[in-house]
């Protein structure tokens, strides 16, 4: 059976700040997407601050009525959020209105189409206080070293490599400039552009047959509106298993808690530290976090979801993200703890350079 599952994610009010949605607003979404008759199953998650619809359906992507169900659902929160007087309502909806995909109106996306195998099973991510960029090492890791992915040396189909999809997430002009390149053969070029985790970034992942295998989202919101209006928080779906990369092998790279940019004001670097999912944000509108779970779909059904950080080694790992995350935060804004004059998400601190650079004077050697 061919089927889709899309991922859209949206932060659209939270207590506190920027901690947690209500549930009163995540009911409010749920009732919404539920009532619909053109998916076949759904389930509702949230992390930090932002709600994840996560949809199975057989319309393909980029389907608008889909996207049409998201945004209404984003909508019918919002105005619950402005009820509550909550946080940033409605923050992450750019557009006064829908336009037939949801794509480059604010709300990340994440879909994958395909034939279903007799087993099924996938991996949903879903970040927050962070940029799209902070999955490239992870995920770089995976599908592309062996330290990580045993099954590239292992098992034949899986050492042939992958495609990847990545994109200029800088690239402003009409639809999306991106470049495909494969491994191994171009490893070190994958590598080059990845490193780069403002402007570049992993936007799809197939396997030399032709599957998809990853679908991330690739949203910069400050390209649609022009200024600041919160982190990116991405979202990621990935099949695993036979083919692709085992479940473990996936995760295992998110044992690192790389630094990211994120963080308070999306102005700062931090460890993206993997924590339970529905977990809310704290320390200093942070760390960057990260949840995940693990569900199969069959004939479009999902299976109740595992919640593949919550377990005793990932404590252990929260713990090291923790000392990693107090100690880049003791050093302030100097450095490399704040992020580059180009990636700041506040534009206070140029206007002030902009005053002061008429104060200076040139004197004579």
């Known amino acids: 059976m061919k089927i889709t599952i899309s991922a859209i994610k949206a932060d659209i009010g939270s207590i506190g700040g920027h901690l947690c949605p209500s549930k009163k607003l995540v009911e409010a979404v749920s009732e919404v997407v539920k009532k619909s ?36 659902a984003f909508q019918r929160g919002t105005e619950v959020a402005k009820e509550q007087g909550l946080y940033g309502a409605g923050q992450d909806l750019l557009k006064d209105s829908f336009s037939g995909n949801i794509k480059g109106s604010g709300p990340a996306v994440a879909e994958i189409e395909f034939e279903e195998r007799p087993a099924e099973p996938f991996l949903l991510f879903m970040a927050d206080k962070t940029n799209p960029g902070a999955y490239n090492l992870p995920f770089y890791l995976a599908f592309a070293d062996p330290f990580h992915n045993s099954g590239l040396i292992l098992v034949p189909k899986i050492s042939q490599g992958y495609k990847f999809i990545i ?20 490893i070190y070029n994958i590598a080059c552009l990845l490193r780069d985790t403002e402007r570049f970034g992993i936007s799809e992942v197939y396997s030399k047959s032709g599957h998809k295998c990853l679908s991330l989202s690739t949203t910069r919101l400050h390209n649609i509106s022009g200024t600041y209006t919160g982190k990116d928080d991405p979202i990621a779906l990935v099949r695993v298993q036979k083919d692709f990369p085992a479940t473990g092998e996936i995760l295992s790279p998110f044992s690192i808690s790389h630094y990211v940019a994120g963080f308070m004001r999306g102005s700062h670097v931090g460890p993206l530290m993997p924590v339970r999912v529905n977990t809310p944000v704290s320390y200093f509108d942070g760390p960057p976090i990260v949840s995940g779970v693990a569900l199969c779909v069959h004939n479009g059904k999902f299976t109740e979801e595992v919640d593949v950080f919550d377990h005793p080694y990932w404590d252990y790992i929260r713990d090291k993200a923790s000392a990693k995350a107090e100690e880049i935060r003791k050093q302030g804004f100097f450095g490399s703890a704040m992020l580059g004059m180009n990636e700041l998400e506040y534009t206070g601190i140029t206007e002030k350079l902009e005053e002061l650079d008429k104060r200076f004077i040139i004197k004579e050697k």
């Open 167 to 186: 994109m200029d997430m800088d690239f402003k002009g009409e639809g999306d400039k991106v470049i495909e390149l494969e491994t191994p053969n171009d």
């Open 37 to 72: 008759s053109i998916i076949l199953d759904h389930k509702i998650f949230h992390t930090g601050d932002d709600i994840t619809i996560l949809m199975s359906h057989d319309k393909g992507e980029n389907y608008p009525e889909i996207h049409r169900l998201a945004w209404d």
